[in-house]
């Protein structure tokens, strides 16, 4: 599957123990944003759906190619949605070390350059006609997917997708914009703030 992803709160204090707040997802649940965190976008999100299916070891952000390891030992998925327009994926991989964190994003990056070619129009599937960097926010590229589910490759949707990497851990927003055109960039700045303090508390 090509695109997996698919006013502020404080972050709550580290876990007073290696298992305090884990799940059966390995992963604490509390590194998660909340709601209120997401990239804003003048719509509420609703509760978060955390996706009991989540493959955190073959799945990675969009352009990852479905099915190859990703090398992560743990992770969790979950979407926030808004009533019309907007989805925001949330998700995060825990890996054994801090290398294998950089190896992930290595990967990620190199298919990121081959995303359009892999993926043309065509009669089923999702065919993606532009990845580009639309912005910086605390350091964190700020990407743009223009997308379209086949065979409607003329009616476009789009991923702003902001990943960050910090220590063994990593955390992707991938919000996907169903309004079709080029619509302006959602700002992330906030949401990339959030991402690092809640990595620094869980996941040092």
């Not at 009533?83 to 994926?89: A, D, E, G, K, V």
């Not at 290595?106 to 081959?114: P, S």
């Not at 089923?124 to 379209?148: C, F, H, M, N, Q």
């Not at 055109?181 to 959030?194: H, S």
Request: proline content about 9%; overall charge negative.
């Amino acid at each position: 599957m090509l695109l997996t992803a698919l006013p502020a709160t404080a972050v709550a204090a580290p876990p007073s123990t290696a298992q305090a707040g884990a799940t059966e997802d390995g992963v604490d649940r509390r590194v998660l944003l909340t709601k209120a965190d997401q990239p804003p976008v003048g719509e509420s999100y609703g509760d978060p759906w955390v996706n009991p299916y989540s493959e955190p070891g073959v799945t990675g952000p969009s352009c990852w190619e479905y099915g190859r390891g990703t090398g992560a030992s743990a992770g969790i998925s979950a979407r926030f949605s808004t009533p019309t327009w907007f989805h925001s994926y949330n998700d995060v991989w825990v890996f054994p070390s801090a290398d294998d964190a950089a190896a992930f994003e290595r990967r990620w990056r190199a298919d990121l350059a081959t995303c359009v070619d892999r993926n043309p129009p065509g009669e089923s599937g999702t065919a993606v006609s532009e990845v580009a960097k639309v912005g910086e926010a605390d350091g964190v590229e700020i990407l743009r997917v223009t997308a379209a589910t086949n065979p409607y490759s003329t009616m476009t949707y789009h991923f702003w997708v902001a990943m960050v990497r910090q220590g063994r851990a990593v955390y992707a927003v991938q919000l996907l914009d169903y309004r079709h055109g080029d619509p302006q960039p959602v700002p992330f700045d906030g949401t990339v703030a959030k991402i690092k303090a809640k990595l620094a508390a869980y996941y040092p």
